[in-house]
């Protein structure tokens, strides 16, 4: 149980173009999603926090405009690089946490996306 | 604020040799701690959880770490290194559940034959 699957595993675009990766809960429902981004040999920073049905908590210094994040359903996030750059080249990580869990639910990761940005 | 040091970005041991990762957190309350690992091009596996029960826990493929609240550490172990647990380690603390996770800067450790 407690699945997290991330689409797609990788993807290459081009300068200037706009970029969707899904996060879903496969066997749990998930009312908080978060966001990370890791550079090559670098620790998780938090993009931000997705909650269903609400707008997203983005940390200081992310551009709510550029990383669109939707929550739809307690099952699925999607964050959109908009109009990507080169210098948004990056391993982006989702995590979701367990709403039912009775204990402290911790959170559950994605295996990643890697964007490439030509 | 909360905070997360590791100690060491990169840790070298011998096949057989105890594993030493070091973790030190700053919280202005009584925090969650999690170890995490991660191969490479892949997501996160929890190894272990500190959430105020027992302060020495065992976690999966043999790590266990001990929170010392006095000293505020959280240090991974394993007595005997494997070659499969080359891999990078992540310290997280929270302060809530469901809460967003700080991480450290993260250890990689390199097993040698």
Request: charged fraction near 15%; include cysteine.
């Amino acid at each position: 149980g407690a699945v997290v699957s991330q689409h797609p595993s990788w993807v290459i675009c081009k300068s200037g173009t706009s970029v969707k990766i899904e996060c879903r809960s496969l066997d749990f429902q998930a009312t908080t999603m978060f966001w990370y981004r890791q550079f090559p040999k670098q620790s998780l920073m938090l993009m931000a926090t997705s909650n269903e049905g609400s707008k997203a908590t983005y940390e200081q210094g992310v551009e709510k405009d550029k990383f669109l994040i939707n929550h739809a359903s307690l099952t699925l996030s999607t964050l959109t690089v908009t109009s990507a750059h080169p210098e948004d080249s990056s391993f982006y990580i989702c995590s979701a946490h367990d709403l039912a869990a009775t204990s402290y639910n911790e959170q559950f990761f994605g295996p990643g996306t890697r964007l490439t940005v030509l | 604020a909360q905070s997360v040091t590791q100690l060491g970005s990169h840790v070298s041991v011998s096949e057989g040799a105890l594993v030493l990762l070091r973790c030190n957190y700053s919280s202005s309350v009584p925090p969650y701690l999690f170890w995490y690992v991660q191969y490479p091009n892949q997501g996160l596996q929890l190894l272990l959880k500190y959430t105020s029960a027992a302060t020495l826990v065992k976690g999966i493929n043999g790590f266990e770490a001990e929170f010392k609240k006095s000293e505020t550490s959280f240090h991974l172990t394993k007595p005997s290194a494997h070659m499969s647990d080359a891999a990078e380690y992540f310290c997280a603390v929270t302060k809530a559940a469901g809460n967003k996770l700080t991480f450290g800067g993260g250890t990689r450790v390199l097993v040698k034959p």
